[in-house]
T-cell receptor, first 116, second 117 residues
Framework: DAGVTQSPTHLIKTRGQQVTLRCSPKSGHDTVSWYQQALGQGPQFIFQYYEEEERQRGNFPDRFSGHQFPNYSSELNVNALLLGDSALYLC????WGQGVYQETQYFGPGTRLLVL | AQKITQTQPGMFVQEKEAVTLDCTYDTSDPSYGLFWYKQPSSGEMIFLIYQGSYDQQNATEGRYSLNFQKARKSANLVISASQLGDSAMYFCAMREGGAGNTGKLIFGQGTTLQVKP
């Protein structure tokens, strides 16, 4: 049973550049959520995708955008990178409609982004 | 506002002993779920255990149990018979279940656990 996969594992960019991170959900899952985790902090919710639509968004600027494809995989795009965007980006997948408080999110290994 | 508090930045435990990691939460939603995740140095968040707000029994999963005290809004993780491989960062998280909520998890700051041989 394939778990959540993310690519790339590491990435180095310079300020002002754009980056795209990719995520494939766990087999059987249809919902993808993205989180940003700064060093020494807990993850912060960026947004969630279901049925190719953004369903909920956290407190992140419009520079952060995403997409979900018909096969449920997802991309996170960040434009005009800032030094403060350096973080571990985690993707989590889940199955929609399992009961509002019963759904469990399973995480991938993350992408470590360093902005210089 | 929804909030998760983990007051222990770091904990030490002797191998084979039990350890309790504290978590308190704040929410006005009567329907919510509480989760614990383990994050080794590799970075991946590993799901450990879940407790629903309407569950009557404390959740257990192998060596992990959740001490759920609803009136006190606490959801402490108990790890029995600690192993060296339990050394990691542990996060408590909450998801509210009200209408329109789609699964956003709120995480605490985490507790670093080190198991001594």
């Amino acid at each position: 049973d394939a778990g959540v996969t993310q690519s790339p594992t590491h990435l180095i960019k310079t300020r002002g550049q754009q980056v795209t991170l990719r995520c494939s959900p766990k087999s059987g899952h249809d919902t993808v959520s993205w989180y940003q985790q700064a060093l020494g902090q807990g993850p912060q919710f960026i947004f969630q995708y279901y049925e190719e639509e953004e369903r909920q968004r956290g407190n992140f600027p419009d520079r952060f955008s995403g997409h979900q494809f018909p096969n449920y995989s997802s991309e996170l795009n960040v434009n005009a990178l800032l030094l403060g965007d350096s973080a571990l980006y985690l993707c989590a997948s889940s199955l929609w409609g399992q009961g509002v408080y019963q759904e469990t999110q399973y995480f991938g290994p993350g992408t470590r982004l360093l902005v210089l | 506002a929804q909030k998760i508090t983990q007051t222990q930045p770091g904990m030490f435990v002797q191998e084979k002993e039990a350890v309790t990691l504290d978590c308190t939460y704040d929410t006005s939603d009567p329907s919510y779920g509480l989760f614990w995740y383990k994050q080794p140095s590799s970075g991946e968040m590993i799901f450990l255990i879940y407790q629903g707000s309407y569950d009557q029994q404390n959740a257990t999963e192998g060596r992990y149990s959740l001490n759920f005290q609803k009136a006190r809004k606490s959801a402490n993780l108990v790890i029995s018979a600690s192993q060296l491989g339990d050394s990691a960062m542990y996060f408590c998280a909450m998801r509210e279940g009200g209408a329109g909520n789609t699964g956003k998890l709120i995480f605490g700051q985490g507790t670093t656990l080190q198991v001594k041989p």
